[in-house]
């Protein structure tokens, strides 16, 4: 199923506040990927309002003014329909509970992350955010008109 998506056509957004991590991800991802980065919770949003095309949001957790979790769940709230993958050095089971429950997380990952795993990872969120536009085409396509009825 790999080759059957164009992934370039699904951009990615990576959030982190060091600007080696952003600049070491688009390195090791560019050639697969459209990515884009952001250094901070509020430059994410912005780029999300001006690219609607992105398709996955991946965000490192700790973060000054707003963690990597009040920016999932800020891209749950407006944007329901991207993925969402949590980055970070730290385990911390509530911050995992709650970013599954209120940030609409697809997965939790590790730092240092494997560049394989999280190439995975993506391709498997990009896969997941495409077959859910062909599922709501399909509904909206299909919509009977007496389900509208209250």
Avoid: W
């Avoid at 059957?4 to 951009?11: E, L, M, R």
């Amino acid at each position: 199923m790999q080759d059957s998506i164009p992934f370039k056509d699904y951009p990615v957004l990576f959030v982190d506040d060091e600007e080696m991590a952003g600049i070491t991800f688009k390195h090791l991802f560019q050639e697969d990927f459209t990515i884009y980065t952001a250094q901070n919770g509020e430059e994410a949003l912005q780029v999300l309002e001006q690219h609607s095309d992105i398709a996955l949001v991946a965000t490192d957790q700790r973060m000054p003014k707003m963690c990597g979790l009040d920016l999932l769940i800020a891209v749950a709230e407006k944007y329901p329909e991207k993925i969402n993958i949590l980055i970070t050095a730290y385990s911390d089971l509530s911050l995992i509970v709650g970013a599954l429950n209120k940030g609409n997380l697809f997965r939790y990952i590790s730092k240092p992350y494997e560049e394989e795993f999280l190439k995975r990872t993506i391709i498997q969120g990009i896969e997941r955010y495409h077959l859910l536009a062909i599922r709501d085409r399909f509904y909206a396509a299909n919509k009977d008109p007496k389900d509208n009825v209250s």
